[in-house]
Protein backbone atom coordinates (compact mmCIF):
# COMPACT_ATOMS: atom_id res chain seq x y z
CA UNK A 1 0.00 0.00 0.00
CA UNK A 2 2.89 2.71 1.12
CA UNK A 3 4.15 3.17 -2.83
CA UNK A 4 1.17 3.64 -4.57
CA UNK A 5 0.19 6.15 -1.77
CA UNK A 6 3.29 8.07 -1.83
CA UNK A 7 2.84 7.48 -5.54
CA UNK A 8 -0.23 9.35 -5.36
CA UNK A 9 1.14 12.16 -3.31
CA UNK A 10 3.61 12.99 -5.39
CA UNK A 11 2.16 13.47 -9.06
CA UNK A 12 -0.51 15.43 -6.85
CA UNK A 13 2.43 17.57 -5.82
CA UNK A 14 3.88 18.12 -9.11
CA UNK A 15 0.58 18.91 -10.77
CA UNK A 16 0.32 21.53 -8.02
CA UNK A 17 3.79 23.08 -9.35
CA UNK A 18 3.35 22.63 -12.51
CA UNK A 19 0.12 24.36 -12.76
CA UNK A 20 1.70 27.40 -11.48
CA UNK A 21 4.78 27.24 -13.22
CA UNK A 22 2.56 27.15 -16.31
CA UNK A 23 0.91 30.07 -15.56
CA UNK A 24 2.10 33.05 -17.82
CA UNK A 25 1.87 35.89 -15.52
CA UNK A 26 3.43 35.77 -11.96
CA UNK A 27 3.61 39.00 -9.02
CA UNK A 28 5.94 39.17 -6.71
CA UNK A 29 4.44 41.08 -4.13
CA UNK A 30 4.90 42.90 -0.93
CA UNK A 31 8.54 42.83 -0.81
CA UNK A 32 11.31 45.83 -0.81
CA UNK A 33 12.77 45.58 -4.40
CA UNK A 34 16.39 46.21 -4.80
CA UNK A 35 16.77 47.00 -8.67
CA UNK A 36 20.46 47.04 -9.29
CA UNK A 37 20.18 49.72 -11.66
CA UNK A 38 21.01 52.40 -9.02
CA UNK A 39 17.67 53.54 -8.24
CA UNK A 40 16.44 53.61 -4.67
CA UNK A 41 14.56 50.43 -3.35
CA UNK A 42 10.80 50.18 -4.06
CA UNK A 43 9.20 48.93 -0.30
CA UNK A 44 5.90 47.07 -0.86
CA UNK A 45 6.55 46.63 -4.22
CA UNK A 46 4.65 44.80 -7.52
CA UNK A 47 6.64 42.71 -9.91
CA UNK A 48 4.83 41.42 -13.26
CA UNK A 49 6.43 38.59 -15.03
CA UNK A 50 5.09 37.38 -18.28
CA UNK A 51 6.29 34.55 -19.66
CA UNK A 52 10.24 35.11 -18.62
CA UNK A 53 10.46 38.59 -18.84
CA UNK A 54 9.68 41.31 -16.19
CA UNK A 55 6.95 43.25 -17.71
CA UNK A 56 6.23 45.89 -14.97
CA UNK A 57 7.91 46.84 -11.49
CA UNK A 58 6.24 49.59 -9.22
CA UNK A 59 4.86 50.51 -5.96
CA UNK A 60 2.10 48.40 -4.82
CA UNK A 61 -0.39 51.12 -4.82
CA UNK A 62 0.26 52.31 -8.15
CA UNK A 63 0.51 48.57 -9.92
CA UNK A 64 -2.60 46.78 -10.85
CA UNK A 65 -2.64 43.22 -10.50
CA UNK A 66 -3.82 41.26 -13.18
CA UNK A 67 -6.63 38.70 -13.03
CA UNK A 68 -5.50 35.50 -12.41
CA UNK A 69 -1.96 36.14 -11.54
CA UNK A 70 0.13 33.45 -10.20
CA UNK A 71 0.50 35.40 -6.55
CA UNK A 72 4.10 35.31 -4.82
CA UNK A 73 4.10 36.76 -1.24
CA UNK A 74 7.07 38.59 -0.84
CA UNK A 75 6.01 40.62 2.72
CA UNK A 76 8.73 41.32 4.50
CA UNK A 77 11.35 40.01 2.00
CA UNK A 78 13.78 41.63 -0.41
CA UNK A 79 13.57 41.03 -3.73
CA UNK A 80 17.12 41.34 -5.69
CA UNK A 81 18.29 40.40 -9.46
CA UNK A 82 19.86 37.02 -9.66
CA UNK A 83 23.22 36.71 -9.05
CA UNK A 84 26.50 36.23 -10.83
CA UNK A 85 29.73 34.55 -10.86
CA UNK A 86 31.90 35.81 -13.55
CA UNK A 87 34.79 33.61 -12.74
CA UNK A 88 33.67 29.61 -11.80
CA UNK A 89 35.48 25.97 -13.17
CA UNK A 90 32.53 24.40 -12.28
CA UNK A 91 34.58 22.21 -9.70
CA UNK A 92 32.94 21.51 -5.86
CA UNK A 93 36.54 23.09 -4.20
CA UNK A 94 37.80 19.96 -2.54
CA UNK A 95 40.70 17.81 -4.08
CA UNK A 96 38.56 15.25 -5.93
CA UNK A 97 38.91 16.50 -9.35
CA UNK A 98 38.59 13.08 -10.35
CA UNK A 99 34.69 12.48 -8.88
CA UNK A 100 33.80 16.04 -10.27
CA UNK A 101 30.41 16.49 -12.08
CA UNK A 102 30.40 20.26 -13.57
CA UNK A 103 27.12 19.64 -14.98
CA UNK A 104 25.07 18.77 -11.60
CA UNK A 105 27.48 21.79 -9.58
CA UNK A 106 26.28 24.54 -12.58
CA UNK A 107 22.35 23.47 -11.46
CA UNK A 108 23.59 23.50 -7.72
CA UNK A 109 24.84 27.13 -8.69
CA UNK A 110 21.25 27.83 -9.17
CA UNK A 111 20.08 26.78 -5.90
CA UNK A 112 22.78 29.51 -4.44
CA UNK A 113 21.04 32.67 -6.13
CA UNK A 114 23.72 32.03 -9.23
CA UNK A 115 21.56 32.95 -12.32
CA UNK A 116 25.22 33.99 -14.47
CA UNK A 117 27.90 31.63 -15.06
CA UNK A 118 30.72 32.52 -16.38
CA UNK A 119 33.26 30.00 -16.79
CA UNK A 120 36.72 31.28 -17.88
CA UNK A 121 38.55 28.12 -18.75
CA UNK A 122 36.29 25.11 -20.45
CA UNK A 123 36.89 21.65 -22.94
CA UNK A 124 34.90 22.36 -25.63
CA UNK A 125 32.40 19.20 -25.48
CA UNK A 126 31.29 20.46 -22.40
CA UNK A 127 31.17 24.23 -23.31
CA UNK A 128 28.29 22.99 -25.85
CA UNK A 129 27.28 20.46 -23.49
CA UNK A 130 26.62 23.41 -21.00
CA UNK A 131 25.57 25.49 -23.92
CA UNK A 132 22.59 23.84 -24.80
CA UNK A 133 21.40 22.46 -21.49
CA UNK A 134 21.38 25.65 -20.24
CA UNK A 135 19.91 27.49 -23.32
CA UNK A 136 15.96 27.48 -22.79
CA UNK A 137 14.66 30.50 -19.99
CA UNK A 138 12.87 27.46 -18.32
CA UNK A 139 15.87 24.88 -18.05
CA UNK A 140 17.13 24.85 -13.94
CA UNK A 141 20.34 25.81 -14.91
CA UNK A 142 21.85 29.49 -14.58
CA UNK A 143 22.95 31.00 -18.14
CA UNK A 144 26.18 29.78 -19.12
CA UNK A 145 29.01 31.83 -20.28
CA UNK A 146 32.46 30.78 -21.13
CA UNK A 147 35.75 31.43 -23.12
CA UNK A 148 35.95 27.82 -24.60
CA UNK A 149 39.70 27.02 -24.12
CA UNK A 150 41.74 29.53 -22.47
CA UNK A 151 45.33 30.89 -23.06
CA UNK A 152 48.43 30.17 -22.00
CA UNK A 153 52.42 29.50 -21.79
CA UNK A 154 52.93 25.53 -22.01
CA UNK A 155 53.92 23.70 -18.82
CA UNK A 156 51.90 26.91 -17.04
CA UNK A 157 48.47 27.21 -16.99
CA UNK A 158 48.17 26.92 -20.79
CA UNK A 159 48.19 23.31 -21.16
CA UNK A 160 45.72 22.86 -17.96
CA UNK A 161 41.75 22.01 -18.78
CA UNK A 162 42.94 21.14 -22.55
CA UNK A 163 44.08 25.30 -23.02
CA UNK A 164 46.33 26.68 -25.84
CA UNK A 165 50.01 27.14 -25.82
CA UNK A 166 50.91 29.11 -28.73
CA UNK A 167 54.42 29.77 -29.44
CA UNK A 168 54.10 32.41 -32.20
CA UNK A 169 51.82 35.46 -32.87
CA UNK A 170 50.44 33.59 -35.99
CA UNK A 171 49.52 30.35 -33.89
CA UNK A 172 47.64 32.33 -31.16
CA UNK A 173 45.40 34.31 -33.96
CA UNK A 174 44.68 30.87 -35.92
CA UNK A 175 43.45 29.50 -32.72
CA UNK A 176 41.09 32.83 -31.51
CA UNK A 177 39.69 32.45 -34.90
CA UNK A 178 38.65 29.13 -33.77
CA UNK A 179 36.95 30.21 -30.50
CA UNK A 180 35.29 32.52 -32.48
CA UNK A 181 33.96 29.72 -34.85
CA UNK A 182 33.13 28.02 -31.60
CA UNK A 183 30.92 30.81 -30.32
CA UNK A 184 32.67 31.42 -27.44
CA UNK A 185 31.68 34.79 -25.29
CA UNK A 186 35.16 35.95 -24.78
CA UNK A 187 38.69 34.76 -24.82
CA UNK A 188 40.96 34.29 -21.53
CA UNK A 189 44.42 34.76 -21.00
CA UNK A 190 46.53 33.43 -18.58
CA UNK A 191 49.95 35.49 -18.14
CA UNK A 192 51.19 35.24 -14.40
CA UNK A 193 54.55 33.21 -13.77
CA UNK A 194 52.81 32.42 -10.33
CA UNK A 195 55.60 34.08 -8.38
CA UNK A 196 53.02 35.33 -6.21
CA UNK A 197 52.43 31.64 -4.71
CA UNK A 198 55.17 29.72 -5.56
CA UNK A 199 58.83 30.04 -5.73
CA UNK A 200 58.55 27.28 -8.50
CA UNK A 201 57.59 30.05 -11.04
CA UNK A 202 56.21 28.75 -14.12
CA UNK A 203 56.78 29.57 -17.55
CA UNK A 204 54.84 33.25 -19.49
CA UNK A 205 53.29 33.16 -22.47
CA UNK A 206 55.55 36.01 -24.86
CA UNK A 207 54.79 39.14 -24.87
CA UNK A 208 53.87 39.38 -28.62
CA UNK A 209 52.18 36.42 -28.39
CA UNK A 210 49.59 37.69 -24.94
CA UNK A 211 49.46 40.90 -27.81
CA UNK A 212 48.58 38.99 -30.77
CA UNK A 213 46.09 37.29 -28.93
CA UNK A 214 44.07 40.59 -27.84
CA UNK A 215 44.84 42.02 -31.13
CA UNK A 216 43.05 38.90 -32.93
CA UNK A 217 40.17 38.40 -30.36
CA UNK A 218 39.48 42.10 -30.89
CA UNK A 219 39.45 41.72 -34.46
CA UNK A 220 37.29 39.23 -34.31
CA UNK A 221 34.66 41.31 -32.04
CA UNK A 222 35.72 39.17 -28.38
CA UNK A 223 36.61 40.92 -25.44
CA UNK A 224 40.26 39.96 -24.32
CA UNK A 225 40.21 39.09 -19.76
CA UNK A 226 43.23 38.24 -18.44
CA UNK A 227 44.61 36.61 -15.46
CA UNK A 228 47.37 38.60 -14.33
CA UNK A 229 47.61 39.30 -10.04
CA UNK A 230 51.27 40.75 -10.77
CA UNK A 231 50.85 44.60 -11.33
CA UNK A 232 53.83 44.96 -13.95
CA UNK A 233 52.33 41.96 -16.08
CA UNK A 234 48.45 43.81 -15.67
CA UNK A 235 49.88 46.99 -16.81
CA UNK A 236 51.54 44.74 -20.12
CA UNK A 237 48.36 43.70 -20.53
CA UNK A 238 46.22 46.70 -20.73
CA UNK A 239 49.06 47.98 -23.00
CA UNK A 240 47.91 44.84 -25.41
CA UNK A 241 44.46 46.35 -24.94
CA UNK A 242 43.22 44.10 -22.39
CA UNK A 243 39.31 44.37 -21.37
CA UNK A 244 39.84 43.36 -17.81
CA UNK A 245 40.86 41.02 -15.52
CA UNK A 246 39.73 38.14 -14.13
CA UNK A 247 41.82 38.14 -10.65
CA UNK A 248 42.70 40.90 -8.61
CA UNK A 249 46.20 43.00 -8.74
CA UNK A 250 47.84 41.20 -5.46
CA UNK A 251 51.77 42.12 -5.96
CA UNK A 252 51.92 46.09 -5.58
CA UNK A 253 49.30 48.78 -4.83
CA UNK A 254 47.70 50.04 -8.34
CA UNK A 255 48.57 53.22 -8.85
CA UNK A 256 46.96 56.05 -10.70
CA UNK A 257 48.68 55.51 -13.80
CA UNK A 258 47.21 52.03 -13.97
CA UNK A 259 43.67 53.28 -12.95
CA UNK A 260 44.02 55.88 -15.95
CA UNK A 261 44.94 52.94 -18.39
CA UNK A 262 41.90 50.12 -17.04
CA UNK A 263 39.53 53.49 -17.43
CA UNK A 264 41.14 53.72 -21.04
CA UNK A 265 40.78 50.66 -22.26
CA UNK A 266 36.91 50.23 -20.77
CA UNK A 267 38.53 47.66 -18.20
CA UNK A 268 36.49 45.44 -15.55
CA UNK A 269 37.84 43.78 -12.51
CA UNK A 270 37.25 40.75 -11.06
CA UNK A 271 39.27 40.65 -7.74
CA UNK A 272 38.48 36.68 -7.04
CA UNK A 273 39.01 37.82 -3.24
CA UNK A 274 37.90 34.27 -1.67
CA UNK A 275 40.23 32.96 -4.28
CA UNK A 276 43.27 34.48 -2.72
CA UNK A 277 41.78 33.71 1.06
CA UNK A 278 42.04 30.08 0.39
CA UNK A 279 45.31 30.34 -0.99
CA UNK A 280 46.73 32.35 1.71
CA UNK A 281 45.17 30.85 4.67
CA UNK A 282 43.59 27.48 3.29
CA UNK A 283 42.48 26.02 6.81
CA UNK A 284 41.11 29.20 8.58
CA UNK A 285 39.24 29.98 5.29
CA UNK A 286 37.34 26.72 4.89
CA UNK A 287 36.68 27.47 8.56
CA UNK A 288 35.19 30.82 8.17
CA UNK A 289 33.43 29.20 4.71
CA UNK A 290 31.86 26.67 7.28
CA UNK A 291 30.61 29.49 9.64
CA UNK A 292 28.90 30.66 6.34
CA UNK A 293 27.24 27.27 5.15
CA UNK A 294 25.03 28.07 8.62
CA UNK A 295 22.38 25.72 6.69
CA UNK A 296 24.92 23.38 6.44
CA UNK A 297 24.72 22.67 2.59
CA UNK A 298 28.01 21.48 2.14
CA UNK A 299 28.89 18.36 3.75
CA UNK A 300 31.09 18.57 6.57
CA UNK A 301 33.83 16.31 5.40
CA UNK A 302 34.68 18.49 2.82
CA UNK A 303 35.52 21.30 5.16
CA UNK A 304 37.46 19.05 8.02
CA UNK A 305 39.41 17.50 5.06
CA UNK A 306 40.27 20.82 3.79
CA UNK A 307 41.84 22.08 7.10
CA UNK A 308 43.42 18.56 8.11
CA UNK A 309 46.95 18.32 8.86
CA UNK A 310 48.15 16.55 6.00
CA UNK A 311 45.46 19.05 3.72
CA UNK A 312 47.81 21.68 4.39
CA UNK A 313 50.92 20.04 4.65
CA UNK A 314 50.36 18.90 0.72
CA UNK A 315 48.91 22.24 0.12
CA UNK A 316 52.34 24.51 1.59
CA UNK A 317 54.71 22.40 -0.15
CA UNK A 318 52.86 22.63 -3.12
CA UNK A 319 52.74 26.86 -2.79
CA UNK A 320 56.04 27.20 -1.06
CA UNK A 321 55.46 31.28 -1.33
CA UNK A 322 52.57 31.89 0.85
CA UNK A 323 53.62 34.10 3.45
CA UNK A 324 54.34 36.49 0.60
CA UNK A 325 50.67 35.77 -0.48
CA UNK A 326 49.42 36.40 3.29
CA UNK A 327 51.72 39.45 3.48
CA UNK A 328 49.78 41.09 0.27
CA UNK A 329 46.30 40.85 1.26
CA UNK A 330 45.60 43.61 2.71
CA UNK A 331 46.88 44.93 -0.89
CA UNK A 332 44.35 43.09 -2.91
CA UNK A 333 41.73 44.63 -0.98
CA UNK A 334 42.91 48.31 -0.90
CA UNK A 335 43.38 47.51 -4.69
CA UNK A 336 39.73 46.51 -4.88
CA UNK A 337 38.60 49.83 -3.02
CA UNK A 338 40.84 51.85 -5.07
CA UNK A 339 39.92 50.77 -8.16
CA UNK A 340 36.15 50.91 -7.65
CA UNK A 341 36.24 54.10 -6.11
CA UNK A 342 37.16 55.39 -9.15
CA UNK A 343 34.75 54.10 -11.65
CA UNK A 344 36.11 50.83 -12.56
CA UNK A 345 33.39 48.50 -13.07
CA UNK A 346 34.22 45.65 -10.08
CA UNK A 347 32.71 42.46 -10.84
CA UNK A 348 31.62 39.25 -8.49
CA UNK A 349 33.46 35.84 -8.98
CA UNK A 350 35.73 33.29 -7.37
CA UNK A 351 37.73 30.63 -9.27
CA UNK A 352 35.17 28.28 -7.72
CA UNK A 353 36.56 24.88 -8.22
CA UNK A 354 40.34 25.55 -7.09
CA UNK A 355 40.63 23.34 -3.37
CA UNK A 356 38.97 25.47 -1.18
CA UNK A 357 37.25 27.75 -3.08
CA UNK A 358 33.79 25.91 -2.56
CA UNK A 359 31.01 25.68 -4.79
CA UNK A 360 28.06 28.01 -4.23
CA UNK A 361 29.16 29.06 -0.88
CA UNK A 362 32.48 30.91 -2.16
CA UNK A 363 29.95 32.66 -4.79
CA UNK A 364 28.33 34.01 -2.04
CA UNK A 365 31.47 34.77 0.32
CA UNK A 366 32.59 37.15 -2.82
CA UNK A 367 29.98 39.53 -1.90
CA UNK A 368 30.96 39.72 2.36
CA UNK A 369 34.50 39.97 1.66
CA UNK A 370 33.96 43.24 -1.05
CA UNK A 371 31.95 44.57 1.82
CA UNK A 372 34.98 44.17 3.98
CA UNK A 373 37.61 45.51 1.29
CA UNK A 374 35.05 48.70 1.84
CA UNK A 375 32.71 48.94 -0.92
CA UNK A 376 29.01 49.37 -0.17
CA UNK A 377 26.59 46.96 -0.10
CA UNK A 378 24.88 48.72 -2.98
CA UNK A 379 27.86 48.81 -4.83
CA UNK A 380 28.38 45.31 -3.81
CA UNK A 381 25.11 44.36 -5.20
CA UNK A 382 26.01 46.05 -8.39
CA UNK A 383 28.87 43.89 -8.54
CA UNK A 384 27.00 40.96 -9.27
CA UNK A 385 24.60 41.92 -11.35
CA UNK A 386 24.76 44.98 -13.72
CA UNK A 387 28.32 45.10 -14.02
CA UNK A 388 28.34 41.35 -14.88
CA UNK A 389 25.66 41.65 -17.03
CA UNK A 390 27.50 44.29 -19.22
CA UNK A 391 30.66 42.42 -18.87
CA UNK A 392 29.42 39.86 -21.52
CA UNK A 393 27.33 42.95 -23.55
CA UNK A 394 23.97 41.57 -22.00
CA UNK A 395 22.66 44.27 -19.73
CA UNK A 396 19.73 44.51 -22.15
CA UNK A 397 18.70 41.48 -20.83
CA UNK A 398 20.30 41.28 -17.66
CA UNK A 399 21.53 42.66 -14.00
CA UNK A 400 18.42 44.21 -12.64
CA UNK A 401 15.12 44.35 -11.86
CA UNK A 402 13.52 46.29 -14.95
CA UNK A 403 10.90 45.89 -17.75
CA UNK A 404 11.62 44.40 -20.29
CA UNK A 405 14.45 42.55 -19.23
CA UNK A 406 14.59 38.85 -18.41
CA UNK A 407 12.96 37.33 -15.22
CA UNK A 408 16.31 36.79 -13.22
CA UNK A 409 15.66 37.50 -9.33
CA UNK A 410 16.36 36.24 -5.76
CA UNK A 411 13.95 36.49 -3.10
CA UNK A 412 15.36 37.00 -0.06
CA UNK A 413 14.17 36.66 4.03
CA UNK A 414 16.46 39.61 5.07
CA UNK A 415 18.16 42.72 4.15
CA UNK A 416 21.54 42.79 1.87
CA UNK A 417 21.71 46.06 2.22
CA UNK A 418 22.00 46.34 6.33
CA UNK A 419 24.16 43.31 6.28
CA UNK A 420 25.26 41.96 2.41
CA UNK A 421 25.74 38.27 4.30
CA UNK A 422 21.68 38.42 4.28
CA UNK A 423 22.36 37.40 0.75
CA UNK A 424 22.47 33.72 2.01
CA UNK A 425 18.78 33.95 3.29
CA UNK A 426 17.36 33.00 -0.55
CA UNK A 427 13.78 32.19 0.02
CA UNK A 428 13.06 31.54 -3.75
CA UNK A 429 14.95 31.88 -6.69
CA UNK A 430 13.60 32.59 -10.23
CA UNK A 431 15.30 32.20 -13.41
CA UNK A 432 13.73 33.15 -16.64
CA UNK A 433 10.37 33.68 -15.25
CA UNK A 434 10.30 29.98 -13.26
CA UNK A 435 10.11 29.96 -9.36
CA UNK A 436 12.31 27.71 -7.87
CA UNK A 437 12.57 26.88 -4.41
CA UNK A 438 16.32 26.49 -3.28
CA UNK A 439 15.94 23.79 -0.70
CA UNK A 440 13.91 21.56 -3.02
CA UNK A 441 16.86 23.14 -5.50
CA UNK A 442 19.44 21.23 -3.41
CA UNK A 443 17.43 17.99 -2.71
CA UNK A 444 16.85 17.33 -6.80
CA UNK A 445 20.47 17.78 -7.14
CA UNK A 446 21.92 15.64 -4.18
CA UNK A 447 19.94 12.36 -5.72
ZN1 LIG B 1 40.31 30.46 -12.91
Redesign the pocket.
Known amino acids: MKRPLSFLFLSLFLVVTSHSQTQNTKAIIGGTVIDGAARAPIKDAVIIIEGARIKEVGARNKMKIPKGAYIIDAQGKFVIPGLADM ?1 N ?1 LGDGSFNFAQQDPKKNLAELLAWGITTVFD ?2 IDMKSFSEFKKISAEDTASYPRFFAVGRQFGAKGGWGSFQGGYTPDTPDEARAAVREMKSANVDAIKIVYDDMSWLTKRTMPMLKPEVMGAIIDEAHQQGLRAYV ?1 APILKYAREALRAGADGF ?1 HGIISDPVDDDFVTSMKKNRAVYIATLVLFEACADLAGWSQRERAFDDRGIINKEVYDMLSSPATIKQWVTGWNNIPYTKERMATLRANLKKLSDAGVPVITGT ?1 TGVPGVLLGVSSQMELTLMAEAGLKPEEVIRAATINAARMIGREKDLGSIEAGKLADLVILDANPLADVRNIRRTYRVMKGGVLYDPAQLFQTNAK
Open positions: HHTAHVD
